[in-house]
Nanobody, 115 residues
Framework: QVQLVESGGGSVQPGGSLRLSCVGS????????MGWYRQSPGKERELVGI???????VYGDSVKGRATVSRDKAMKTAYLQLNNLKPEDTAVYYC?????????WGQGTLVTVSS
């Protein structure tokens, strides 16, 4: 079974940082791109950042300068480093992988930024 498993979510204080991990598993798992999206109540799901096979990255406007997406050489693990956290960063964060069989989504992990 092809699956993405996320970890690292939780409660963080404003100004703090977080690091999320996403691990792809399954005998057929393969990805041309991996990345992160997020969704807050009442808002559309938005891009946080993605990374493709050649290492190119794309970030959403709301996190530019604060977010870094990285991956392992095999493109089976993706990471999100997000610094200078703000209350507006509170959201469910979803890992995504683009595989030859279609998009794969993680279950989502909640990040809450509050004092």
């Amino acid at each position: 079974q092809v699956q993405l498993v996320e970890s690292g979510g939780g409660s963080v204080q404003p100004g703090g940082s977080l690091r999320l991990s996403c691990v792809g598993s399954g005998s057929h798992f393969s990805a041309r791109a991996m990345g992160w999206y997020r969704q807050s109540p009442g808002k559309e799901r938005e891009l946080v950042g993605i990374i493709v096979v050649n290492g190119q990255t794309v970030y959403g406007d709301s996190v530019k300068g604060r977010a870094t997406v990285s991956r392992d050489k095999a493109m089976k693990t993706a990471y999100l480093q997000l610094n200078n956290l703000k209350p507006e960063d509170t959201a469910v964060y979803y890992c995504n992988a683009k595989s030859p069989y279609g998009d794969i989504w993680g279950q989502g992990t909640l990040v809450t930024v509050s004092s």
